[in-house]
């Protein structure tokens, strides 16, 4: 008696898997999408206003809203192209699927790598908070992000490389030609694309921010006291960065787990239920994707909760929107007549 057995494929989970993943990328592409660019724009606005064009904060900030808006109108317009035209850019022509994940590929690791420079930036400041005025130079910190760019694109080399492959088979149940189609490259330079891709987008960074929040950790308690009045908004700036860059090292471990299971996947040619496998990481995919795009959409609403000197700025529009400080100063003002009317009743 043979020992080997066929485990069958689970293809009811396969389709609840993409039904969910699709439904997903549906809502995505429509509410959060939308919803995301405009939030950022907004929050972009008020980083342009005069009390953070004075300091880093604004620079920075802004910056990190283009990023998430180039995403999200990238993924908004891959998914209209889908919906409406049936194009898929991945699978359209060699030059389309190069130029899909190299833009990936490169948006993403600039905003890791934006907030690791956010977080030196804050660090330098609380070591050094009276030297390398080069740091509040603009100039100098945009070359700085320039050098960043070039490094990531250098990176990305390998994915220029790749190339659309199409494999025909028959089909003897519908007895027609069924084509699938892949986005890859050899052995060799598929794989140095994924481990540079997984190392300079997670593990690096997570590993540079990781340290040096430790360090802010500890350094901020030890100087508080030494930063004068006119340092005090750029302490401030401190303990957002602290708290922005953790929650982005939390959003990038499911991101590292789907990458360990990817590679798993593509390595481990002899696993059973491979199409099940597949459609679990679709889903886990889809999942992960979800995690750190509602962070880039509603990236406003963290810096409204975590930002006291953003806050206090969003709180003053809205109360200039509803008329509320204008309330404030004729009650006020009213109060002050009425006291100089007594004043002069009684004389």
């Known amino acids: ?43 972009i606005l008020i980083f342009r206003l005069q009390t953070f064009t004075k300091t880093t904060m604004g620079f920075y900030f802004s910056i990190n809203c283009v990023l998430n808006i180039s995403i999200l109108t990238f993924l908004l317009i891959i998914a209209i192209l889908i919906i409406f035209l049936n194009m898929n850019l991945m699978f359209y022509s060699t030059i389309s699927c190069i130029l899909y994940f190299v833009i990936m590929l490169i948006i993403y690791q600039s905003i890791s790598w934006l ?38 694109i250098l990176v990305n080399v390998p994915s220029f490389f790749f190339q659309l492959y199409e494999i025909k088979s028959n089909s003897s149940i519908s007895n027609t030609t069924v084509v699938t189609q892949f986005c890859t490259a050899s052995f060799e330079i598929s794989t140095a694309r994924e481990t540079l891709a997984i190392l300079w987008r997670i593990i690096i960074p997570f590993i540079l921010m990781f340290v040096m929040n430790i360090f802010l950790i500890v350094k901020v308690k030890e100087s508080k006291k030494k930063f004068s009045k006119n340092n005090n908004q750029e302490f401030r700036f401190v303990f957002t960065v602290i708290v922005s860059t953790l929650i982005f090292l939390i959003i990038l471990i499911p991101n590292l787990v789907l990458a360990v299971y990817s590679n798993y996947y593509r390595v481990n040619t002899s696993m059973p239920q491979r199409q099940t496998f597949s ?69």
């Open 1 to 43: 008696m043979n020992g080997s057995f066929f485990i069958a494929e689970d293809y009811q989970y396969i389709a609840w898997a993409i039904d969910l993943g699709q439904s997903l990328m549906f809502y995505d592409s429509f509410i959060l999408f939308p919803i995301g660019i405009i939030l950022n724009i907004i929050e």
């Open 115 to 152: 907030n690791v420079i956010i977080c030196a930036d804050r660090l330098l400041f609380v070591l050094y908070p009276n030297k390398f005025k080069f740091a509040k130079n603009k100039q100098i910190l945009c070359l700085i992000l320039l050098v960043m760019f070039v490094m990531i």
């Open 279 to 347: 459609a679990f990481l679709f889903l886990l995919e889809i999942t992960t994707a979800n995690v750190y795009l509602v962070r880039y959409s509603f990236d406003i609403i963290f810096q409204i909760i975590f930002n006291s000197v953003f806050r206090n700025h969003v709180f003053r529009i809205i109360a200039n929107l509803f008329g509320l400080s204008k309330v404030r100063i004729e009650s006020s003002s009213g109060g002050r007549s009425n006291k100089t009317n007594k004043t002069k009743s009684t004389k």
